[in-house]
């Protein structure tokens, strides 16, 4: 019985620490040609509209924050971030397809939301 | 044999301390403080095993011990979480521990915007327990116990190409040491006194565009646990949960992270026959107190089955019948 639950845990944490993630392949028909946003600085909890503008066929986009949320998808999307969140955020944009994959990344300063007893 | 089991382990953990590069984000403690854990070291060839199912529930924001109520939205967060923990006695004064979370949902909701909702294992735990003082005669005993915590569930969860939240996230994201204490004394037939202190090291997460550490956390607990009637017992436990404030990149302190909350949490537990049990208690908090704004925890109800088989019992047993 011991050695059942032992073996049973060394075998998940086996599983969990092999699952290693897909290498990336780059592709030479994607290219980014931009990557802006709306507003920039931004207040805590506002947010901001982040737009890629890229060449290629039938192009998918993926959206990764170091902080803060997003909401939407595709090729514009609707960033903010709480008072957690407070300071230069980097905001990174893949943009891929079947020939595989570009990424860029973007900087957006967070603010600190004012708050009332400070005012 | 031992030395093959001595191996198995150690690459386990080498292997999860080098996989370390896939995390993406911040924020997110991991599994919640389940309040059973600390229990003393157990005896010789005693297994025991549990699972407990917690709902929790939190939608204010707090500014430091008041409400906060002047942002533009309404925010709610929930969870329904399981944890599968077990136990065994090596010997009389070593026990070893496991436990593994994992979420049903972690969902956020704000007003006029879709849900956000991650799910799926959260973070494992081993811990050595050791029964360092133990005086039946007193009922008293030490049982201190170091532990490490893996971030073996995702910490980087999407929705169609759109990362999710760290606050959906089911994972902390960090490797987590820990040392605990607990103290307890038997006071006639029906009451027991016990503490708990627990101390909580995160390891710096740090990746490519992606640097955080979360700050120390630390624990402090007292029980009284009443046997009321024949299986019946109550115990009421005040706790205190203190977490020191987050460092993320060029080492910036984040001044909204890091709390200081009091709870009351209630337990009754009944004991059936054949070493099974049946608990219930929730997490109240009556004092809270955060670091800038943030959403603060509401509150949490748990229900646990605990099964314990004492192998030297059951041989013994089964000899008998023989």
């Not at chain 1, 986009?61 to 960033?79: E, L, M, P, V």
């Not at chain 2, 107190?289 to 646990?304: C, E, H, K, L, T």
Request: charged share 20%.
């Amino acid at each position: 019985m011991k050695r059942f639950f032992v073996v049973s845990f060394l075998f998940l944490l086996l599983l969990a620490a092999c699952a290693k993630k897909d290498a990336v392949k780059l592709s030479d028909s994607i290219q980014i040609v931009s990557l802006t946003a709306s507003l920039n600085p931004v207040k805590a909890w506002d947010t901001t509209v982040i737009t890629v503008v890229a060449t290629g066929d039938s192009l998918q986009y993926g959206w990764k924050a170091n902080h803060g949320n997003f909401t939407g998808g595709g090729k514009q999307i609707r960033y903010a971030a709480g008072e957690c969140c407070v300071g230069l955020n980097t905001i990174t944009c893949r943009v891929f397809n079947n020939t595989g994959e570009v990424s860029d990344t973007v900087m957006i300063r967070v603010t600190s939301y004012i708050h009332p007893k400070k005012k | 044999m031992p030395k093959i089991r001595f191996l198995l382990c150690f690459n386990s953990l080498l292997l999860l301390l080098i996989n370390n590069e896939s995390f993406a984000q911040c924020c997110s403690s991991g599994n919640p403080f389940i309040s059973d854990a600390e229990q003393p070291a157990l005896q010789s060839k005693v297994l025991t095993s549990s699972l407990t199912y917690r709902y929790s529930h939190a939608s204010k924001y707090y500014a430091e011990d008041s409400p906060f109520n002047d942002l533009p939205f309404e925010q709610t967060s929930y969870s329904n979480y399981a944890e599968f923990q077990v136990g065994y006695g090596i010997t009389n004064w070593l026990t070893v521990m496991a436990d593994l979370g994992y979420f049903f949902n972690k969902t956020l909701t704000t007003t006029g915007q879709d849900p956000y909702k991650g799910y799926g294992l959260g973070d494992a735990e081993l811990y050595l327990k050791f029964n360092a003082y133990t005086n039946p005669r007193l009922k008293f005993s030490i049982s201190p116990s170091i532990g490490m915590k893996f971030p073996i569930g995702v910490f980087d969860q999407e929705v169609d190409n759109v990362q999710l939240p760290i606050t959906v996230q089911p994972s902390s994201g960090s490797y987590k040491y820990t040392g605990n204490i607990f103290v307890s004394k038997g006071m006639g037939k029906k009451i027991a006194l016990a503490a708990f202190v627990s101390y909580e090291y995160s390891q710096l997460i740090e990746s490519d565009n992606f640097y955080y550490k979360y700050g120390d956390q630390w624990i402090g607990a007292i029980y009284f646990n009443y046997h009321i009637w024949k299986g019946l017992g109550i115990d009421l436990q005040v706790r205190n949960e203190y977490r020191a404030k987050s460092t993320r990149e060029n080492d910036e302190i984040v001044e909204a992270s890091g709390y200081d909350v009091v709870f009351f949490t209630p337990q009754l537990t009944y004991a059936f026959k054949h070493n099974w049990y049946l608990s219930a208690y929730s997490d109240i908090p009556v004092y809270k107190y955060y670091n800038g704004i943030q959403m603060s925890f509401g509150y949490a109800v748990s229900a646990r089955i605990t099964k314990k088989i004492d192998f030297i019992a059951l041989k013994a047993r089964k000899e008998a019948k023989k």
